[in-house]
């Protein structure tokens, strides 16, 4: 009879070369992130066109921008809990399935008012997702290849902000905002596409003592991948010291326990920080340009440019992480994102050309991206599967009170302290949170998720 014990299944999956399988699993969970990136990267075009046909202040734009990411807090805190407690794979359907049914509504939304309610529940949805799809993947990908198949999980935001722009410079100025919000609901066909071909976590199974069913899916693998390649010999031993984690509970205040405390404190402050300063640049920008005189068109055009350049940057620290590790190739990115946000601001607020700003543009863009792409590998590599989604969840639940901060903190600033005096503080926030990082990150190059 063949020995189906914790360890053994770890190892199993430990040992497997990267194969069709786990490309597919990052396809399928990509194509959810870029589904979340096309909406986060939809409502900044639109914006720009209701201020038109609606007469909207500069607290009623804020508000927008905001409202969905104040949903995105409520779906992070509730999601990773119930991830961690009833499985990966319902959660990441039924949040998906909120997003599209919401989107869809925010489409014929009559009002102001409903469409600030419409948006909330689609961030729900969203910051539901989020957690979930981080821990998700990870949990199938072995630990010499996590940081190069995580990282470029990332790079499918970037796809998701491109097509948002696409949209937008095609259907927004022709057809107006309604359509493109009709483009976000198509997730909802997605769903059926996830419930057939996405195994649950053999991690989370484990966790959950269910070894016959993880056993099941691990097999289903290992024939996958050996088609191609020569299965390595199981190694029991690399994994046999993550048993111990099995008795931990599963609730928040695992989190802030002398075992985790410092890596928490450093992913939320890192999370809080990294996202205040992606929403404080790219949230106003196609406002911004349209204020400065240019049109609808080209002002979605610039940002699509800067778009494209998010994802360069991800590939590449795609495959560093894994060669050089998490924490300094973070830190460094955090800084160089912070100096070129400096420079970018003080060209924005001083008439400087528009094939310069741009230019500058993209060079933040190319920083920016890096830290997206290392985060979202580095966080749930700090906990173990029982509490891994409840971990993620926490730290995105952060990211979404500074990303609904920022919209907010940008409108009101740009009218006391200017362009370059917003872009200084988001400046900060990246230099802060690579303080944070290099003060108390820990490496994870080459770990193994522990399996409970």
Same mark, same amino acid.
């Given at each position: 009879?063949? #020995?189906?014990?914790? /360890?053994?299944?770890?190892?199993?999956?430990?040992?497997?070369?990267?194969?069709?399988?786990?490309?597919?699993? *990052?396809?399928?969970?990509?194509?959810?992130?870029?589904?979340?990136?096309?909406?986060?990267?939809?409502?900044?075009?639109?914006?720009?066109?209701?201020?038109?046909?609606?007469?909207?202040?500069?607290?009623?734009?804020?508000?927008? +921008?905001?409202?969905?990411? =104040?949903?995105?807090?409520?779906?992070? +805190?509730?999601?990773?809990?119930?991830?961690?407690?009833?499985?990966?794979?319902?959660?990441?359907?039924?949040?998906?399935?909120?997003?599209?049914?919401?989107?869809?509504?925010?489409?014929?939304?009559?009002?102001?008012?409903?469409?600030?309610?419409?948006?909330?529940?689609?961030?729900?949805?969203?910051?539901? /997702?989020?957690?979930?799809?981080?821990?998700?993947?990870? /949990?199938?990908?072995?630990?010499?290849?996590?940081?190069?198949?995580?990282?470029?999980?990332?790079?499918?935001?970037?796809?998701?902000?491109?097509?948002?722009?696409? =949209?937008?410079?095609?259907?927004?100025?022709?057809?107006?905002?309604?359509?493109?919000?009709?483009?976000?609901?198509?997730?909802?066909?997605?769903?059926?596409?996830?419930?057939?071909?996405?195994?649950?976590?053999?991690?989370?199974?484990?966790?959950?003592?269910?070894? #016959?069913?993880?056993?099941?899916?691990?097999?289903?693998?290992?024939? @996958?991948?050996?088609?191609?390649?020569? *299965?390595?010999?199981?190694? =029991?031993?690399?994994?046999?010291?993550?048993?111990?984690?099995?008795?931990?509970?599963?609730?928040?205040?695992?989190?802030?326990? #002398?075992?985790?405390?410092?890596?928490?404190?450093?992913?939320?402050? *890192?999370?809080?920080?990294?996202?205040?300063?992606?929403?404080?640049?790219?949230?106003?920008?196609?406002?911004?340009?349209?204020?400065?005189?240019?049109?609808?068109?080209?002002?979605?055009?610039?940002?699509?440019?800067?778009?494209?350049?998010? =994802?360069?940057?991800?590939?590449?620290?795609?495959?560093?992480?894994?060669?050089?590790?998490?924490?300094?190739? +973070?830190?460094?990115?955090?800084?160089?994102?912070?100096?070129?946000?400096?420079?970018?601001?003080?060209?924005?607020?001083?008439?400087?050309?528009?094939?310069?700003?741009?230019?500058?543009?993209? @060079?933040?863009?190319?920083?920016?991206?890096?830290?997206?792409?290392?985060?979202?590998?580095?966080?749930?590599?700090?906990?173990?599967?029982?509490?891994?989604?409840?971990? @993620?969840?926490?730290?995105?639940?952060?990211?979404?009170?500074?990303?609904?901060?920022?919209?907010?903190?940008?409108?009101?600033?740009?009218?006391?302290?200017?362009?370059?005096?917003?872009?200084?503080?988001?400046?900060?926030?990246?230099?802060?949170?690579?303080?944070?990082?290099?003060?108390?990150?820990?490496?994870?190059?080459?770990?193994?998720?522990?399996?409970?």
């Amino acid at each position: 009879m063949p #020995d189906n014990s914790s /360890e053994m299944l770890i190892a199993r999956m430990e040992r497997l070369p990267l194969g069709s399988f786990h490309y597919k699993m *990052l396809v399928i969970n990509g194509l959810a992130w870029a589904f979340d990136a096309f909406d986060v990267g939809l409502v900044t075009f639109v914006v720009t066109a209701l201020t038109s046909a609606w007469k909207l202040s500069s607290a009623q734009v804020g508000s927008i +921008l905001s409202i969905g990411l =104040v949903g995105m807090l409520v779906g992070a +805190l509730l999601s990773g809990p119930v991830a961690d407690r009833w499985g990966r794979k319902a959660v990441f359907q039924i949040t998906m399935l909120i997003y599209a049914v919401f989107s869809l509504l925010c489409a014929v939304a009559p009002s102001f008012s409903y469409l600030l309610v419409f948006r909330f529940l689609v961030g729900v949805g969203l910051g539901g /997702e989020t957690p979930v799809v981080t821990s998700l993947l990870g /949990e199938f990908i072995p630990a010499a290849h996590r940081g190069k198949v995580q990282g470029l999980i990332n790079t499918f935001w970037a796809v998701g902000w491109v097509l948002a722009a696409i =949209v937008s410079y095609f259907i927004i100025p022709a057809y107006g905002w309604r359509l493109a919000f009709v483009a976000g609901a198509l997730p909802a066909l997605y769903i059926f596409y996830v419930r057939r071909h996405l195994p649950e976590s053999p991690r989370w199974l484990i966790a959950q003592g269910r070894n #016959d069913d993880a056993e099941k899916i691990i097999e289903k693998i290992e024939k @996958v991948t050996a088609k191609n390649h020569t *299965l390595p010999p199981v190694v =029991v031993e690399d994994v046999i010291a993550n048993a111990s984690a099995a008795k931990e509970k599963i609730n928040m205040g695992v989190l802030f326990s #002398d075992k985790y405390i410092k890596r928490t404190i450093m992913l939320w402050g *890192l999370w809080f920080l990294g996202m205040f300063g992606y929403y404080g640049l790219f949230s106003w920008l196609p406002s911004l340009f349209v204020k400065a005189g240019h049109t609808m068109i080209k002002s979605f055009s610039y940002v699509l440019i800067m778009q494209i350049a998010y =994802v360069p940057n991800q590939i590449i620290c795609a495959y560093l992480m894994d060669k050089f590790g998490r924490k300094w190739l +973070l830190v460094t990115n955090l800084f160089l994102a912070g100096i070129a946000t400096i420079v970018y601001g003080w060209a924005l607020g001083h008439g400087v050309t528009t094939s310069t700003v741009v230019l500058l543009g993209v @060079v933040t863009s190319f920083f920016v991206s890096a830290i997206w792409g290392i985060t979202y590998t580095y966080t749930p590599e700090l906990y173990p599967t029982k509490v891994r989604a409840t971990g @993620v969840s926490g730290a995105s639940a952060c990211s979404r009170i500074g990303s609904a901060l920022a919209p907010i903190v940008i409108g009101a600033g740009l009218s006391s302290i200017g362009i370059t005096g917003v872009f200084g503080i988001v400046a900060g926030a990246f230099a802060l949170g690579g303080i944070f990082v290099a003060v108390l990150g820990i490496e994870t190059k080459g770990m193994i998720l522990k399996d409970s």
